[in-house]
C-alpha cells in the first residue's frame, strides 16, 4: 500500500490471532510479499500461535522501515502482565555459587518440589559495585561512566528456571545461571514463579528491518528503538531478519521470556 501501512499489516496480524489454534498451538502466519512498507506505528503480537513470515531479509526482500521520531520497538510480541508477588522466598546459604553452576542449596528446600518454576535473584548491592569499581569514586574515568547510587539496590539479576532435582537442600535446575552469586556481596533468594499469560509458538522470520534516523547527528536516539521486542513469552523464535539504524537492539528480550531462539540474525548501525 502507498504511505504509512502500519493498520494495514496489523489488521492480518489481528485477524490471525482470532483463529482457533490447533493441536501444536499455532493459529496461522502472517506472510508479506518483497517490497517496501512504510509503518508509523509498532505492530503487536498479543496471542500465542502467530508467525509474522516476510520474503527474505535482504533489501530486495519485505522491507519494514519505522518511520518518525517514536522511541517504540517496530515489532512488539507480548503482554504486559503484573507477575503475582511471591508468596515467600528461601536464602541461598553457599559463599559461592559460580558463572554456569546449575545447582545450589538453600536454607530450607522442602518448601519446593521437583518440576517446580523459580524466581533466583541476586541483588546488585552497594558493595559488588565498588568492587567491581563502578562506583562513583572509582568508575572508568576514559568511559566516564558510573552507576548512580539510587539505581543500585533495583537492579537486582533475576534467572526463571525449573527444578529438575531436590537433594537434601540442595537444587539443581534446568539452566545454569550467567553471573556467580555471592555471600559476600548480597548473596541470593529463591521464589516459587507463576508466570501467568506467557504467548507462546510465536514466529518472527524473513523480514528486512530499517529505522530512520537523523544521518546529520551520531547520537540521534529519537527513533525506533528495537526491531523485535519480547516480553513474557517462551518457546518461540526470531530467524533470518536484518536490523539497521536501531537505537538500541535488533532483538530485545525483555521480562518473562524464556527460550527464544534467535538464529541468523543480522544487525548493522
Known amino acids: 500500500v502507498e504511505g504509512d501501512a502500519t493498520e494495514y499489516i496489523q489488521s492480518a496480524i489481528d485477524e490471525v490471532s482470532l483463529r482457533t489454534a490447533d493441536k501444536d498451538g499455532f493459529r496461522g502466519a502472517v506472510q508479506l510479499a518483497k517490497g517496501t512498507y512504510e509503518l508509523t506505528g ?95 569514586e572509582g568508575f572508568d574515568r576514559i568511559a566516564h561512566r558510573f552507576w548512580a547510587n539510587d539505581s543500585m539496590d533495583a537492579g537486582s539479576m533475576w534467572w526463571d528456571r525449573e527444578i529438575v532435582s531436590i537433594v537434601g537442600n540442595t537444587i539443581t535446575i534446568d539452566a545454569p545461571i550467567t553471573t556467580a552469586i555471592e555471600a559476600a556481596y548480597g548473596g541470593g533468594k529463591v521464589y516459587p514463579l507463576e508466570a501467568p499469560n506467557r504467548l ?47 537505537a538500541g537492539s535488533a532483538v530485545a528480550l525483555l521480562h518473562g521470556t524464556k527460550r527464544i531462539s534467535v538464529q541468523y540474525c543480522a544487525s548493522y548501525s
Open 42 to 136: 509498532r505492530l503487536n503480537i498479543h496471542e500465542s500461535g502467530v508467525v509474522l513470515r516476510g520474503a527474505g531479509s535482504g533489501k530486495d526482500g519485505s522491507v519494514l522501515v519505522a518511520k518518525g521520531e517514536s522511541r517504540r520497538p517496530l515489532i512488539s510480541v507480548g503482554r504486559h502482565v503484573q507477575f503475582p508477588k511471591p508468596a515467600f522466598s528461601v536464602k541461598i546459604v553457599d559463599k559461592q555459587v559460580p558463572a554456569g553452576a546449575a545447582q545450589f542449596s538453600v536454607k530450607d528446600a522442602s518448601l519446593f518440589k521437583t518440576g517446580d518454576r523459580i524466581w533466583i535473584e541476586r541483588p546488585t548491592t552497594l558493595a559488588w559495585v565498588q568492587a567491581i569499581g563502578m562506583d562513583p
Open 200 to 246: 507462546r509458538q510465536i514466529g518472527i522470520e524473513n523480514l528486512c528491518l530499517i529505522s530512520e534516523y537523523d544521518s546529520e547527528n551520531p547520537k540521534d536516539e529519537n527513533h525506533a528503538w528495537n526491531a523485535v521486542q519480547f516480553r513474557n513469552t517462551e518457546d518461540a523464535w526470531v530467524r533470518k531478519i536484518s536490523a539497521s539504524h536501531f
